[in-house]
């Protein structure tokens, strides 16, 4: 503290850059306190058994129903996107030639896909899956949009994990004798694994957080589905219907409180499973 | 055969995947132009675009006042946020403590993922009585919007920023702390500027993030569809606009919104055109 206010006195113009800086990351801490502190003060309280009830009516206002169809969700379109993404990344680090044609664009489009905000997703899924295939408001048209928007994530964090994997893995391996594929699946992957967990449970936060491309894909029934066919809402999407409603309030917070808790657990399972790669 | 033709059948099974991306691009481009460009040959492109009355009913669609829309409050999230975020990413490369830096990382990532109805929650029940209060009007304006946007884009712009000022060579900061510089002139005289078009990336990422934000500026905004008035008034984004009216909308109403998300849709590919472009040079 000392060592500050003497570099104060005698560089002003110093010191108080430093201070800006200090401020505005004061600011950004205190952005953060402020918007949990104020979901998890408003909403704990509202946190009831009868919000978790197996059956959804404007009674009770259950989230349960909610939740399951997040995990379905979230199933079905990691089921989609992790293959796609994991497969496509062995390529672009393993097969081909950097720099060949195919991989600009790959690389090109995944970057525009990132860009592309959800709702464009949704209004892409509403014309394809939901008009153009007939599937009507269902789990499946929803997964599958999910799938196409956590595609990049998947596909960019593989890849980082697998290039982070030294040659001389790689070496070593075709020097024994084995080949491409082998040495792929077998020396290449398994190091990688956690990093490629970890991508993996981002995009699932992302589904879980996910509201306006599922709207207009994955509908808002608020009940169990029957089966991949029917609609349902996620979490979010809940969340969202009881505030738009102006009634429940109260469930929204509560909502809020659960959506919050395992975006929190996902960040940081997330993080402890990178923490593993780096240590190897 | 066996090894050999497994080899080549993984291969091109891997391809494929890879070609999974370029796939839903296209479909992207097809169905959104497919969808939305007819409706050009029944309304005038330009008055479509410079219209500053959207009156779905009697089928007067100008999107004038969405665009605007979205650019102000986009403008607005920009000038509240960004400074706070370029500084806070200085601050935790060069000034945090590691035991500060160990709390505020995951805190960042957090606000990053927080989902955007939990952020329009937020804006509707604490930030809305505030501005009301506090500024008058009824609370659902464009500065509540400007102020919601520019939480949601503080950690997009802090995570780029950051590792855009870490990527500058060390040997920068070193070599003007040995010529006599104070640690800050340091980081603001020979740092930034050599992280200037990763930060400028950074930024740019923030707009994007933005300008396609939709629950929770729908939450905020008010959702009048005429020209902004004023920024205790409420205004509609683009986003906003397609969110709000596809759930019952029909025949020439429909591909109207369809083409307010192509209008959308070209924005987002210049922004990441300008994106991909910066962050090039900063990695060279």
């Given at each position: 503290m000392r060592r500050y206010i003497q570099n104060f006195r005698r560089y002003p113009g110093s010191g108080l850059l430093h201070l800006i800086c200090t401020v505005s990351m004061g600011l950004v801490a205190g952005t953060f306190l402020l918007l949990v502190g104020y979901i998890l003060i408003t909403g704990v309280p509202e946190l009831k058994w009868s919000l978790f009830s197996l059956e959804y009516n404007s009674d009770n206002v259950s989230l349960f129903p909610a939740l399951v169809n997040t995990l379905l969700m979230t199933g079905l379109s990691l089921l989609i996107a992790a293959p796609l993404g994991i497969g496509g990344a062995i390529y672009l680090a393993e097969y081909a030639n950097r720099g060949s044609k195919l991989v600009k664009a790959v690389r090109l489009t995944a970057e525009t896909l990132s860009g592309i905000p959800s709702i464009l997703y949704g209004l892409f899924g509403m014309m394809f899956f939901v008009t153009s295939l007939k599937w009507s408001y269902s789990l499946l048209a929803g997964g599958m949009t999910l799938a196409i928007m956590i595609l990049p994530l998947i596909l960019r964090t593989t890849e980082e994990a697998l290039l982070s994997i030294p040659d001389s893995y790689r070496e070593g391996s075709f020097g024994l004798g084995a080949g491409r594929l082998r040495t792929v699946m077998k020396i290449v992957l398994p190091p990688a694994g956690s990093g490629i967990l970890a991508g993996i449970i981002l995009a699932i936060g992302r589904v879980v957080g996910e509201t306006a491309a599922l709207i207009y894909t994955a509908g808002t029934v608020g009940n169990l589905p029957d089966s991949l066919m029917s609609s349902g809402r996620t979490l979010a999407v809940h969340m969202y219907v009881l505030s738009g409603e102006g009634l429940h309030v109260k469930e929204a917070s509560a909502t809020a409180v659960v959506l919050l808790v395992i975006v929190a657990g996902m960040n940081a399972l997330s993080a402890a499973v990178a923490k593993k790669l780096t240590k190897g | 055969m066996g090894k050999q033709f497994k080899e080549k059948a993984m291969r091109c099974v891997f391809c494929a995947a890879a070609c999974a991306c370029i796939i839903a691009v296209l479909l992207i481009c097809l169905f959104l132009f497919a969808n939305g460009l007819p409706f050009f040959g029944k309304v005038d492109a330009l008055s479509f675009l410079t219209g500053e009355k959207w009156k779905p009913t009697n089928g007067v669609f100008g999107i004038l006042p969405m665009i605007?829309?979205?650019?102000?409050?986009?403008?607005?999230?920009?000038?509240?946020?960004?400074?706070?975020?370029?500084?806070?990413?200085?601050?935790?490369?060069?000034?945090?403590?590691?035991?500060?830096?160990?709390?505020?990382?995951?805190?960042?990532?957090?606000?990053?993922?927080?989902?955007?109805?939990?952020?329009?929650?937020?804006?509707?029940s604490a930030l809305v009585p505030f501005v009301k209060e506090t500024f008058g009007g009824n609370g659902n304006s464009m500065l509540t919007a400007c102020i919601l946007l520019a939480m949601m884009i503080l950690p997009t712009i802090i995570q780029v920023a950051e590792s855009a000022i870490r990527s500058v060579p060390e040997s920068y900061y070193e070599g003007s702390l040995a010529l006599?510089?104070?640690?800050?002139s340091s980081v603001f005289r020979a740092v930034l500027p050599a992280s200037r078009s990763g930060i400028l990336a950074a930024i740019i990422l923030g707009v994007g993030r933005a300008v396609g934000e939709t629950m929770a500026v729908m939450m905020v905004a008010g959702n009048q569809a005429r020209m902004p008035a004023g920024i205790l008034k409420g205004v509609r984004t683009m986003t906003v606009n397609i969110v709000m009216e596809m759930g019952y909308a029909a025949d020439l109403h429909r591909e109207a919104l369809i083409a307010t998300g192509v209008v959308l849709f070209v924005f987002i590919l210049l922004i990441n055109a300008l994106f991909s472009v910066l962050n090039r040079r900063q990695t060279q």
């Open positions: - | 605007l829309g979205s650019l102000y409050v986009t403008g607005g999230a920009l000038v509240l946020g960004a400074p706070l975020a370029i500084l806070t990413a200085v601050y935790m490369v060069r000034f945090c403590p590691k035991r500060l830096y160990r709390v505020l990382k995951p805190c960042v990532a957090l606000l990053a993922g927080i989902p955007s109805v939990v952020y329009g929650f937020f804006g509707l006599g510089a104070t640690r800050e």
